[in-house]
């Protein structure tokens, strides 16, 4: 099967709402791309990758579409013999931006389940269950707001809530937790995620000012290496996020016992072949993990319902994705979407999904 073209499109994604706040930037609309690779015998696989801006990490999708530009020639006209051959290709083109390298990664799990006949779950080493919980994320706001929000969708099924803080008077952020905790006690576990918001000395003192709430407290300060400087000084366990840039950085925090946790985006490792790895890495030390992405529409919610569908179940913390927040979909007939708090895995061979081009903008063509 040979890469006879690679499509380029691109998606913009208004936030349904208006806005998606978080400690450190607010976004209003998302720049998506996706990748379609189509081959000599005429099947074609998707992949898509969405930067939450372009401060969220250090990815934007300008940059995921120049990266895809020079890739592309060189990947047009090769052979797909597997993911990991496909991998070593593209890094032969160009060194490092995982998050663009993530979109090629997907389209050719999608073609080559389509190929032959299974689920991208079965490539990413079987899928353990039919669908896997969700869970939602309150953006940073008014405190009673955000529990009204956070106890609506623990009633409509929802099992793990994830507050979002930071970026405003620590007293603000303990009041929406206690706020949010005593909206959803005994029905749903808490995550509170900072966004890297706080110092070291903020994250001990926020913790301590909610050592009775009991909850996972995700990514609170910036750098790994104040996140190992907080290690034994803090009363929650505590969950890293946007410090996972690459799998490396996983083994290093795993053999070095720094994080009880993550909430791991499947794109900034790579693509689902490469967070795969982080997966079995988790699994050595049992430590539990979230399988989501930064945002996207119905391409990138399938990666991470295919991948999450192969984590153990016991170590798996949700998958988030951005249904809530973004209008439509790309592909009507299969929506990835979440019922009960729970998504179910795509049906069908590759990802599932198929995305009608008529929604999307052409942005480049490489054959
Ligand atoms: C809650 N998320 C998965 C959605 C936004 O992309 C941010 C991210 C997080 O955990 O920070
Ligand atoms: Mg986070």
């Not at 051959?85 to 997907?106: E, S, V």
């Not at 946007?242 to 083994?251: F, I, M, R």
Request: hydrophobic share 45%.
């Amino acid at each position: 099967m040979k890469i006879a073209r690679i499509r380029v499109h691109q998606a913009l994604l208004p936030v349904v709402g208006g806005a998606y706040r978080m400690s450190h930037t607010t976004v209003e609309a998302l720049d998506s791309t996706l990748v379609e690779i189509v081959t000599d015998d005429g099947r074609s696989g998707w992949g898509e990758t969405c930067p939450l801006g372009p401060v969220y990490q250090p990815h934007h999708a300008l940059g995921a579409r120049a990266a895809l530009e020079q890739m592309a020639p060189g990947l047009v006209g090769t052979e797909i013999e597997s993911p990991r051959a496909f991998a070593a290709r593209m890094d032969g083109l160009l060194a490092g931006h995982g998050y663009a390298k993530a979109a090629l990664d997907t389209a050719v799990l999608d073609l080559l389940g389509r190929q032959l006949g299974v689920p991208v779950s079965t490539l990413l080493g079987g899928a353990l269950v039919d669908s896997v919980p969700s869970y939602y994320s309150v953006i940073v706001g008014d405190p009673d707001v955000g529990a009204r929000a956070a106890a609506e969708k623990v009633a409509a099924g929802y099992r793990r809530v994830q507050l979002k803080v930071g970026g405003r008077d620590l007293d603000r952020d303990v009041e929406s937790v206690r706020a949010t905790w005593d909206a959803i006690r005994g029905r749903a576990r808490l995550a509170v995620d900072a966004n890297r918001a706080m110092t070291a000395a903020h994250a001990l003192q926020f913790d301590r000012l909610c050592a009775d709430v009991p909850f996972t407290l995700e990514q609170p300060c910036a750098p790994v290496e104040e996140m190992e400087s907080l290690r034994g000084r803090l009363v929650h366990p505590v969950f890293l996020d946007e410090n996972t840039e690459d799998v490396a950085t996983v083994l290093r925090v795993v053999a070095g016992g720094t994080a009880d946790g993550f909430s791991f985006k499947v794109t900034r490792l790579g693509g689902p072949t490469r967070a795969a790895v982080a997966r079995d890495l988790c699994a050595l030390r049992s430590l539990p993990h979230t399988v989501d992405d930064a945002w996207g529409g119905d391409v990138i919610a399938a990666a991470c319902v295919h991948l999450a569908a192969t984590v153990d179940p016991r170590l798996l913390e949700g998958t988030w994705i951005a249904h809530d927040w973004v209008e439509g979909h790309y592909d009507d007939e299969h929506p990835v979407v979440v019922r009960d708090g729970r998504i179910a895995v795509p049906a069908g061979p590759g990802l599932g999904v198929r995305p009608d081009p008529d929604r999307l903008t052409p942005v480049a063509t490489y054959d």
